[in-house]
């Protein structure tokens, strides 16, 4: 567990970094299996793989996992990783705020995600 909570309390910007890259290219698998799905449905007319009302929630959230998930934290993670590196920084500035934003965006795409899963969607 030492290993593991050294990832979760790190305030090293490099850290953090590789943090937001990692979830970056899970949200970018994720993204992406989605975009197969509706591929696989949009293949020829008629009902394939999924309901349409599915369909069209799995949509958008595909939108939202490819922009805010994937494409935005991707930049964050390179920005975490450069910035301090070209000012000549040791760190980020509130390096444990930094850690903390991380760490909202797990629990933010697990409550996003999981909306395809209940009733109503």
């Known amino acids: 567990a030492k290993g593991l909570m050294r990832w979760v ?3 090293n910007h490099k850290d953090i970094g590789t943090l937001y ?3 970056s290219f899970m949200m970018f698998l994720l993204g992406g299996s989605m975009a197969m799905v509706i591929r696989a449905e949009l293949f ?3 009902l394939q793989i999924v309901e349409p009302a599915f369909f ?3 949509t958008t959230m595909h939108g939202l996992i490819m922009v805010f ?3 935005m934290p991707a930049f964050v993670g390179l920005a975490n990783w450069m910035i301090p590196l070209m000012i000549g920084a040791p760190d980020m500035a509130l390096p444990r705020m930094n850690n903390f934003s991380f ?3 797990p629990a ?3 409550l996003l995600v ?3 899963f209940m009733p109503g969607g």
């Open 9 to 11: 309390l790190t305030t």
């Open 44 to 46: 020829q007319p008629g």
């Open 108 to 110: 933010a795409f697990g």
């Open 114 to 116: 999981s909306t395809l």
């Open 103 to 105: 760490w909202l965006l």
């Open 56 to 58: 069209n929630q799995m």
């Open 21 to 23: 890259l990692w979830f």
């Open 69 to 71: 998930g994937a494409v």
